[in-house]
C-alpha cells in the first residue's frame, strides 16, 4: 500500500527480455534505505517487487500482465519515473491510499500553465469514469492528486509547484500516456451499489425508501 506522495524519481538504466516478461533495472536518486529483497517500490504507479538491489539501484521483474495494462510498454532506457517505497504502519497518510495495481493508461491532453501552477487535462479510458467525480482522488503515475472537474472522459487537474518540480510531472507533454489508479474507496462503493443501479433507473424512490428497500434501514 502507498499514499501517492512521491519520495523521488528514478532513472531506467535497463529493459532486458526474459521470457515472455522484462526485468527492469532503476537508478534512484536517493538513498534506498531499510529495503530489502521481496519489498514492494511504486514506479509511476505500479506495485513491483524488488529482487536485487544497491543503496541506489534495484532491479525489479515485469510481468506479461504488467507490461499490457501499464505505460511500461512505452518505457526506454533513461527515461525517468516516479517512486515510493511501500507504506509502514504509523506512517502518515498524506496523500490517499494507493495500492500500486494500475486500472488503465491515460493520456494528456492539455497542459495549462497558470503562474507557477499547471492545469492538467487527461482523457481516461471510457469504463473508469463512472468512478471519477469532482475533489475525489485519483493517482497520476503513482502521484496523488485530487481531481478538479470531470467532462465525459477528460479530467483536470490542478497541479501546484512543488509536485510539477519533485516528480515526473516536469517531463511531460501533449500526447504522453500515463497511469491511472483510480480511488480504491470509489470502486468498492461503486461496485456494491451497482446491482441496485439499475432496479433505481426503472422505479425512482426517495432516498428513505431505496434504503429500506436495499436493506440498509
Same mark, same amino acid.
Given at each position: 500500500m502507498? !499514499?501517492?506522495?512521491? $519520495?523521488?524519481t528514478? !532513472?531506467?538504466?535497463?529493459? *532486458?527480455?526474459? &521470457?515472455?516478461?522484462?526485468?527492469? *533495472?532503476?537508478?534512484? %536518486?536517493?538513498?534506498?534505505?531499510?529495503?530489502?529483497? /521481496?519489498? &514492494?517500490?511504486?514506479?509511476?504507479?505500479?506495485?513491483? !517487487?524488488?529482487? &536485487?538491489?544497491?543503496?541506489?539501484? @534495484?532491479?525489479?521483474?515485469?510481468?506479461?500482465?504488467?507490461?499490457?495494462?501499464?505505460?511500461?510498454? @512505452?518505457?526506454?532506457? /533513461?527515461?525517468?519515473? %516516479?517512486?515510493?517505497?511501500?507504506?509502514?504502519?504509523?506512517?502518515? =497518510?498524506?496523500?490517499?491510499?494507493?495500492?500500486?495495481?494500475?486500472? /488503465?493508461?491515460? *493520456?494528456?491532453? +492539455?497542459?495549462?500553465?497558470?503562474?507557477?501552477?499547471? #492545469?492538467?487535462?487527461? *482523457?481516461v479510458? +471510457?469504463? =473508469? #469514469?463512472?468512478?471519477?467525480?469532482?475533489?475525489?482522488?485519483?493517482?497520476?503515475?503513482?502521484?496523488?492528486?485530487?481531481?478538479?472537474?470531470?467532462? $465525459?472522459?477528460?479530467?483536470?487537474?490542478?497541479?501546484?509547484?512543488?509536485?510539477?518540480?519533485?516528480?515526473?510531472?516536469?517531463?511531460?507533454?501533449?500526447?504522453?500516456?500515463? %497511469?491511472? $489508479?483510480?480511488?480504491?474507496?470509489?470502486?468498492?462503493?461503486?461496485?456494491?451499489? +451497482?446491482?441496485?443501479?439499475? !432496479? @433505481?433507473?426503472?422505479?425512482?424512490?426517495?432516498?428513505?425508501? =431505496?434504503?429500506?428497500?436495499?436493506?440498509?434501514?
Amino acid at each position: 500500500m502507498f !499514499t501517492g506522495l512521491i $519520495e523521488g524519481t528514478g !532513472t531506467i538504466k535497463a529493459l *532486458q527480455p526474459v &521470457s515472455k516478461g522484462f526485468s527492469i *533495472q532503476i537508478e534512484s %536518486n536517493f538513498y534506498l534505505e531499510d529495503i530489502k529483497v /521481496g519489498d &514492494s517500490i511504486a514506479v509511476d504507479g505500479v506495485c513491483l !517487487t524488488v529482487v &536485487s538491489f544497491t543503496s541506489k539501484e @534495484f532491479r525489479a521483474d515485469l510481468s506479461p500482465e504488467t507490461i499490457s495494462r501499464t505505460t511500461f510498454k @512505452f518505457r526506454k532506457p /533513461g527515461d525517468l519515473v %516516479n517512486l515510493e517505497r511501500a507504506l509502514k504502519m504509523g506512517d502518515p =497518510l498524506g496523500g490517499h491510499l494507493v495500492t500500486g495495481h494500475i486500472d /488503465g493508461v491515460g *493520456q494528456i491532453k +492539455k497542459i495549462t500553465p497558470l503562474g507557477n501552477f499547471f #492545469s492538467l487535462e487527461i *482523457q481516461v479510458p +471510457k469504463d =473508469l #469514469s463512472p468512478f471519477l467525480v469532482p475533489k475525489g482522488s485519483i493517482a497520476i503515475d503513482g502521484i496523488s492528486l485530487t481531481i478538479n472537474e470531470v467532462k $465525459e472522459e477528460v479530467v483536470t487537474l490542478m497541479i501546484i509547484p512543488h509536485t510539477y518540480k519533485v516528480t515526473t510531472l516536469h517531463t511531460k507533454k501533449v500526447g504522453d500516456y500515463v %497511469n491511472i $489508479e483510480i480511488d480504491i474507496i470509489a470502486k468498492m462503493v461503486y461496485n456494491f451499489v +451497482k446491482p441496485y443501479l439499475k !432496479t @433505481f433507473e426503472k422505479e425512482p424512490l426517495s432516498t428513505l425508501e =431505496l434504503l429500506e428497500k436495499t436493506g440498509f434501514i
